[in-house]
Nanobody, 119 residues
Framework: QVQLVESGGGLVQAGGSLRLSCAASGSGFSINVMAWYRQAPGKQRELVAR???????NYADSVKGRFTISRDNAETTVYLQSNSLKPEDTAVYFC?????????????WGQGTQVTVSS
C-alpha cells in the first residue's frame, strides 16, 4: 500500500510561481511512474506532467515551457515547479503514482491540493 501526500498549493497572482511536492510512503513497493494531474471546476481531470523510472518526462501542451516535473534520488518524491502561472492553471492538482508490489502494479492518487491563480 502506498500513501501519497501533496503539499505546496495555494493562491498566487498571474505570472507567479508555485512548487508542488508529493511524497510517497509505504513499504515493499517500487514506483515506476509519478505524475501530476489537475481538475478544474466542471472539467475532466487531465494530465499535467509525467515522469517515469528512467527519468523521461512528458507534459501537456498547455504547460510546456512553464512547468517542470522532477523526482528526488530516492524516486519517492515528485515535484512540479510551476512558473508563469495563468488563471487557467487554477485547479485541484492531484499526485499520481504507479507502484509495483511483487508481481502486481497498482495505481494511487493523492488527496489533491488547490492551486488558484488570480488575474
Amino acid at each position: 500500500q502506498v500513501q501519497l501526500v501533496e503539499s505546496g498549493g495555494g493562491l498566487v497572482q498571474a505570472g507567479g510561481s508555485l512548487r508542488l511536492s508529493c511524497a510517497a510512503s509505504g513499504s515493499g513497493f517500487s514506483i515506476n511512474v509519478m505524475a501530476w494531474y489537475r481538475q478544474a471546476p466542471g472539467k475532466q481531470r487531465e494530465l499535467v506532467a509525467r515522469i517515469n523510472i528512467g527519468g523521461s518526462t512528458n507534459y501537456a501542451d498547455s504547460v510546456k515551457g512553464r512547468f517542470t516535473i522532477s523526482r528526488d534520488n530516492a524516486e519517492t518524491t515528485v515535484y512540479l515547479q510551476s512558473n508563469s502561472l495563468k488563471p487557467e492553471d487554477t485547479a485541484v492538482y492531484f499526485c499520481y503514482a504507479e507502484a509495483r508490489e511483487g508481481a502486481y502494479t497498482y495505481q494511487y492518487w493523492g488527496q489533491g491540493t488547490q492551486v488558484t491563480v488570480s488575474s
